[in-house]
């Protein structure tokens, strides 16, 4: 009776598999697993050479660093506007005081203006104290990779 109940479940788990797609199902070749030309991806093209600002999907962003506690959305609106058309600002609050965290992100729609505020305004001063302006979302070099490794393996 044990020998039947071991063929029974030995013959079940060879007819199921184990996982999903193992065997047969993924003896599919290269050619035609991808419509088109044969899994070969175009690359989105880039007006500017690997590194630099990354563009969000609206537009570019700045973080504008070492701002006073009490600057507001309109301080920052008046000083980065001159540069071009602010399409948002981004200034978190701390819950606790009520006073900004020193931070503030501020969008452009095009590279031209971003690019004359961070010229511009990185070491200008606001409320006595020396903005650092600089992008919030950049690619790294081409080429190069970050370590993955643990602090504790190097």
Same mark, same amino acid.
């Given at each position: 009776m044990e020998d039947r109940m071991q063929l029974i479940s030995s013959e079940t788990f060879e007819e199921r598999g184990r996982g999903r797609g193992i065997g047969a199902a993924m003896d599919v070749d290269e050619e035609?697993?991808?419509?088109g030309k044969g899994g070969v991806f175009e690359r989105l093209g880039t007006d500017r050479d690997g590194s630099g600002p990354q563009k969000s999907v609206e537009g570019?962003?700045?973080?504008?660093?070492?701002?006073? /506690?009490?600057?507001?959305?309109?301080?920052?609106?008046?000083?980065?506007?001159?540069? #071009?058309? +602010?399409k948002n600002i981004h200034l978190n609050l701390d819950r606790r005081t009520g006073f900004t965290k020193g931070y503030a992100l501020i969008e452009y729609q095009h590279f031209k203006e971003a690019q004359s505020a961070i010229e511009a305004l990185h070491g200008? /001063?606001?409320?006595?104290?020396?903005?650092?302006?600089?992008?919030?979302?950049?690619? #790294?070099? +081409?080429g190069t990779r970050l370590s993955t490794r643990r602090r504790s393996e190097k």
């Open positions: 035609g697993r991808y419509a570019y962003i700045l973080i504008a660093c070492n701002l006073h /506690e009490e600057c507001t959305e309109e301080d920052i609106y008046d000083r980065f506007s001159e540069f #071009g058309e +602010v200008a /001063e606001l409320h006595d104290r020396l903005l650092e302006v600089s992008w919030a979302f950049s690619r #790294g070099p +081409v």
